[in-house]
């Protein structure tokens, strides 16, 4: 009878060992699951920090992009002003040339 009695218990104590080795295990992949989910977590607010200033127009290549814009508007040719000017001028000439014949 104790002998039946101890190879129940080492067969008990067998089941425990792997259980609590299942356990582990389990416990060790939940904590690599939080870790990756917290680093994703950063990735994501570092993506839409990005996204925020993108939308703003923060970026430097943004505001360097609109200075460029800003200083090649500024040196633009008044071209509509110019085209007034020079029809003008036509129908001046031509109104003299009609006047002199």
């Known amino acids: 009878m104790a002998l039946e009695l101890e190879r129940i218990?080492?067969?008990i104590e067998v089941g425990f060992t792997r259980t609590d080795?299942?356990?582990a295990l389990l416990v060790q992949r939940h904590d690599q699951s939080d870790e990756q989910l917290k680093e994703?977590?950063?990735r994501m607010?570092?993506?839409?920090a990005r996204l925020d200033a993108l939308e703003r127009g923060d970026t430097e290549r943004q505001k360097r992009g609109?200075?460029?814009l800003d200083a090649l508007?500024?040196?633009q040719w008044p071209l509509p002003s110019m085209a007034a000017l020079v029809a003008a001028c036509s129908?001046?000439?031509s109104l003299w040339?009609?006047?002199t014949k």
């Open 45 to 48: 607010d570092a993506h839409d």
């Open 97 to 99: 040339q009609f006047a």
């Open 91 to 93: 129908l001046l000439l």
């Open 73 to 75: 508007e500024r040196r």
């Open 9 to 11: 218990r080492r067969t």
């Open 40 to 42: 994703h977590a950063t």
């Open 66 to 68: 609109t200075a460029r």
């Open 21 to 23: 080795g299942a356990l």
